[in-house]
């Protein structure tokens, strides 16, 4: 979990998130860490390399093989460091409690790395160094383990976990942010050779303990190691660049490569000296910033991914390969993830394209609602648009505890939003959750006083993890039963998760990595905050979330696909959704240009684009659909500014909005008129063979009026429900064998639906409602086989399976079972039509056997 940069909150703050408490107390950390000497040789165990098998870990087909078969893993994060030796076991004892089947921890360089500099991993100095015992101890125990030896992995630790030293002694890779301003935070320059000397000694005494302690078929170990944590996330929150002497000579090589003689074109500092051309990029004009905005964080995915290399090679010289690599992606806050894809765009080419790579997410959302459902679910798509097709998705850092980051009894997350947060991550093909953090602990005094006000190694007073299901004194917290239920069930599930792939309705939504190239902006330049202004209010999820928000709750099961891959074939997307401002690059414009003319169909949401990401006037999209933008429109006090619906939408009410782009049209038919002029800001306009639906107002989530839009481009949600409240949504997947799981969510509070489900008119479940509760999810089995048994469909969710037999939890007063074959349960009201059996229970729990 990373560190933020707003000032510290104070004890009475209330209503707080994990990343809002903890990152105002990080701000400070950046200061202080612990072993303040010079460094020396590491001392680490040696491994037995030379009979070591490779670690049967491996993935494809978005799925993640363990010994020979697909897996699901359900983790949970345990730092070592902050407990002592004696309570390992307890702690391990609890994650078995609750059901987990490997344990996560960080490997902090910070807590190894002793006061006179040198390294220790086997306890020689204090006994919570001994990592190969805790590793061993976890082996003992029959859990895997996940590894995250950073070198930075902040777990609001001092320094992010790197020592102090490393800056101290290395001056050069601490650069400064614009304008020669002090850096902020406890970044450094990943690529300065001083610094990866550095990392290159720390890797060389940990890897080896964990290169010993690879799981192998038959001996439980370590399946994956996580390179570095949430890698750039320092810059991008405090907007400080980190531009040392080194960065700025490599992009400026990059600048020459990537552009050559039109340099010149771009910037005016082209053909300058060297200096000259760091002083103009460390204090840009207004008439570039915004192209420098764009091209330091195009150039920056670059450097990071050949960080990444470094790691990944120094982690094979200790010993580490035949497992996966994983790469933790930052970005949610505030119990939303609006600015989640800043991370994925920053580290996409770190994993994608990059074998034996997977990414995974990092996320505090607190409860899952109407009001951020649409976050997790984008989180998945987005992350999943940018992967590989082999690569499944993961989830690093999920947050399980009770949201009470700051212990001020001022938060707290309901029960049911693991259970149901859990339950999305698994219809949208997560392989891999982590409950962070699973268990706390305590922050050690660090070898030597350097009063910083506390002397311990982390920045949250002595106790840490207040928020956790197993609290730092190691008893069961608020959320522990939460978790428990959460983790069984999967584990209950995971024969039938572990093949399961999302399936999809004809509609996709756009994904614009380059619309989140925002990290680093140039403050008070005036065409850099233009495009921030205009793309944070629309990129991704369309103005309010309205257009990702209806898609979810109107029906659809859609996935991402990324814009910047390629063309898009309407073969393969017939219908394509694009949530976009006034900035979107030449080259996409062309695209969607050349996908509506081949017989695509788009919807568009937010404004028709006009320019390109540098802030220069590009009009092909605008061209194509035949729409000349005037002027744009704002609510403003005592002006209620509002569109009336025409044509096809016709006979929906008036509706109050906060900005209309307002449009000259050639062709097509206008949909949406502001009010008072009578000028169009919706149209439904024919392109070559294709057609678009533009809204070019942030107009509301009105499911007749978004889903009405998808109906007049042919796309209709296959899988349908019969609940009259929003909230209700439902999701399937289709393992190996053609089985199919459907995923049903309500998350409404307390309004609980019986609903019919129909797929293409058809019903599903025989016709039976199921009944779903508010604030829950419920995984049901359509022509799955278990335990024997070829289960047609079940009203009622699998709660374990046997030889021959399959245990149920009812969701409703009565379940309905319908088995092709012979079975029985004891108690049910049995009939047979057609070699099938049907078993109406009504039990809480019960079994079904074969025969």
Same mark, same amino acid.
């Given at each position: ?37 010079? *460094? ?17 870990? @491996? ?17 949970? /994060? ?5 407990? #002592? ?10 994650? #078995? ?25 086997? =306890? ?34 001092? $320094? ?33 050779? *001083?610094? !990866? ?33 949430? +890698? ?12 040392? @002497? ?10 020459? *490569? ?83 894809? +800043? ?32 976050? !997790? ?19 690093? /850092? ?100 572990? @093949? ?18 925002? /990290? ?11 495009? &921030? ?21 109107? =029906? ?6 990324? &814009?910047?891959? =390629? ?32 017989? $695509?169909?788009?919807? !568009?949401? $937010? ?15 605008? /061209? ?46 206008? +949909? ?50 019969? *609940? ?5 949504? &439902? ?32 019903? &599903? ?6 009944? +779903? ?11 799955? @086989?278990? $335990? ?64």
């Amino acid at each position: 979990m990373p560190s933020g940069l707003p000032p510290a909150v104070s004890p009475g703050t209330t209503g707080t998130r994990r990343r809002t408490v903890l990152a105002g107390l990080t701000a400070a950390s950046a200061t202080f860490a612990a072993g303040a000497g010079t *460094a020396t040789e590491a001392v680490a165990a040696e491994p037995d390399t030379g009979s070591r098998p490779e670690a049967d870990v @491996t993935f494809g087909d978005k799925q993640l093989w363990i010994d020979g078969a697909p897996t699901v893993v359900m983790a949970g /994060e345990i730092h070592y460091f902050r407990l #002592k030796r004696a309570d390992w076991q307890s702690r391990l004892d609890r994650a #078995k409690e609750a059901g987990l089947d490997t344990i996560a921890t960080y490997i902090p360089w910070m807590w190894h790395e002793t006061g006179d500099g040198s390294l220790d991993v086997t =306890g020689r100095t204090r006994p919570e160094r001994d990592l190969g015992a805790f590793l061993d101890l976890c082996r003992d125990n029959d859990f895997k383990v996940i590894a995250r030896p950073g070198p930075f992995t902040m777990a609001e630790l001092k $320094g992010e976990g790197v020592p102090l030293r490393v800056g101290k002694d290395h001056p050069e890779i601490v650069g400064t942010g614009w304008d020669g301003a002090e850096a902020t935070t406890a970044a450094l320059d990943y690529l300065a050779p *001083a610094y !990866l000397k550095e990392v290159e000694r720390w890797y060389a005494a940990v890897m080896p303990v964990l290169a010993e302690r690879l799981h192998r078929k038959g001996r439980p170990g370590v399946i994956a190691c996580q390179l570095d944590n949430e +890698i750039g996330m320092l810059a991008w929150v405090s907007n400080g660049p980190n531009l040392t @002497t080194g960065l700025l000579a490599d992009f400026n090589d990059w600048l020459d *490569a990537t552009y050559g003689d039109g340099l010149k074109d771009r910037y005016p500092f082209a053909g300058a000296s060297a200096d000259e051309r760091d002083k103009a990029i460390r204090a840009p004009k207004d008439a570039y910033a915004a192209a420098l905005m764009h091209d330091l964080g195009t150039f920056m995915r670059g450097r990071f991914a050949r960080y990444v290399d470094e790691l990944k090679r120094y982690a094979h010289d200790g010993g580490v390969s035949g497992i996966p690599f994983l790469i933790n992606i930052h970005g949610t806050g505030g119990g939303t993830a609006e600015n989640f894809p +800043i991370g994925i765009s920053q580290l996409m080419e770190t994993y994608a394209g990059r074998p034996g790579m997977i990414a995974g997410a990092d996320f505090y959302l607190g409860d899952l609602d109407l009001h951020n459902v649409t976050d !997790l679910y984008l989180i998945n798509a987005f992350m999943d648009a940018v992967a590989d097709d082999d690569q499944p998705l993961s989830a690093l /850092e999920f947050d399980a505890g009770h949201a009470d980051y700051g212990n001020t009894l001022s938060d707290q997350s309901d029960a049911e939003s693991t259970w149901l947060k859990t339950r999305l991550c698994l219809a949208q093909g997560n392989k891999m959750l982590n409950y962070y953090l699973f268990a706390g602990g305590f922050n050690p005094k660090l070898d030597e006083p350097t009063g910083d006000g506390n002397d311990r190694i982390g920045i949250t007073g002595e106790r840490h993890g207040f928020a956790a299901p197993v609290d730092p004194e190691g008893r069961r917290g608020v959320s522990f039963e939460p978790a428990r239920r959460s983790a069984r069930s999967v584990r209950a599930l995971a024969s039938l998760l572990a @093949t399961a792939r999302p399936e999809y309705d004809d509609v996709a939504l756009a994904f614009v990595p380059d619309h989140y190239l925002t /990290e680093y902006h140039p403050p008070g330049r005036d065409k850099a905050d233009a495009v &921030l202004a205009d793309v944070q209010s629309t990129r991704g999820y369309g103005p309010g979330g309205a257009l990702t928000r209806a898609m979810l709750l109107g =029906g659809f099961r859609y996935r991402s696909i990324n &814009l910047q891959a =390629g063309d898009v074939d309407p073969q393969d997307v017939p219908v394509l959704a694009l949530a976009t401002g006034e900035y979107l690059a030449a080259a996409l414009q062309k695209r969607l240009v050349r996908y509506l003319e081949a017989g $695509g169909k788009l919807l !568009l949401s $937010g404004k028709v684009p006009g320019k390109d990401m540098a802030g220069d006037t590009c009009t092909f999209l605008q /061209e194509a659909l035949g729409l000349k933008p005037e002027k744009t429109m704002t609510d403003a006090d005592r002006f209620w500014l509002s569109v009336s619906a025409h044509g096809w939408a016709e006979g929906i009410a008036e509706i109050r909005v906060g900005k209309a782009q307002l449009c000259a049209s050639s062709r097509g038919t206008t +949909i949406l008129r502001e009010l008072t002029t009578g000028k169009g800001c919706g149209f439904d306009i024919p392109v070559g063979e294709g057609r678009a639906v533009v809204v070019a107002t942030d107009y509301r989530c009105d499911l007749d009026f978004w889903l009405g839009a998808f109906r007049e481009l042919g796309a209709t949600p296959a899988v349908r429900h019969s *609940a009259t409240r929003p909230g209700v949504f &439902l999701l399937t997947t289709r393992d190996a064998d053609g089985g199919r799981l459907l995923h049903a969510f309500n998350v409404t509070s307390g309004y609980a639906e019986n609903v019919a489900v129909t797929e293409k008119g058809k019903a &599903l479940f025989g016709g039976e409602r199921l009944h +779903i509760p508010g604030r829950s999810a419920a995984i049901l089995p359509l022509g799955v @086989t278990a $335990g024997g048994l070829r289960l047609a469909y079940a009203t009622a969710e699998i709660t374990g399976v046997g030889d021959g037999q399959v245990t149920f939890r009812a969701l409703g007063d009565e379940a309905v079972v319908a088995v092709d074959g012979p079975a029985r349960c004891e108690g049910a009201k049995s009939s047979s039509e057609g070699g099938r059996t049907l078993l109406r229970v009504k039990r809480s729990e019960f079994t079904v056997r074969k025969g």
